[in-house]
């Protein structure tokens, strides 16, 4: 039998709320680290098996498994990942308010659908095969915002 470890404080995250929060914040979120049962939500969020959230974020199945089942939370590098895609999410959000009607616009599963599909600007690449890094994420987000002005194909 496994010893029982100490649980540690939580932190409730959102995506608009991440995305606008100040970047202390952020880093205190990460620094405590999200439930790790956040990863079945953001999958659930985004209409994306949770196998593909996993392996996009470069995330063991086993041991975030593991953390749920334990109620624990993740990591700072496995938070970091999972708060990275938040972002994203409250990203496209923010850029389909500014840019008109955001009525009906389901921002997690959009996110979802472009993160699977090959970009020019990644050489064919998906934006999910970048989604394991910060360096990756924030590439991704670069392009994510490009997007809305028409600065890349």
């Known amino acids: 039998m496994r010893p029982e470890k100490p649980h540690r404080p939580t932190v409730f995250v959102d995506a608009p709320k991440i995305y606008g929060a100040d970047p202390q914040a952020r880093i205190a979120a990460i620094r405590k680290g999200i439930p790790a049962s956040m990863v079945s939500s953001l999958s659930a969020k985004m209409g994306m098996s949770k196998e593909s959230l996993l392996s ?22 496995e938070s970091e990942r999972v708060l990275g895609v938040e972002t994203l999410i409250g990203m496209a959000q923010a850029m389909v308010e500014q840019s008109g009607d955001p009525a009906g616009f389901d921002a997690a599963r959009w996110l979802s659908g472009w993160l699977t599909k090959p970009l020019p600007a990644l050489a064919g690449a998906t934006p999910a095969s970048y989604m394991d890094t910060f360096e990756g994420q924030k590439l991704v987000a670069e392009l994510l915002s490009m997007s809305q002005s028409g600065a890349y194909a």
């Open 56 to 77: 996009s974020l470069g995330l063991s199945r086993a041991t975030i498994s593991r953390k749920e089942k334990d109620a624990t939370v993740l990591s700072k590098d």
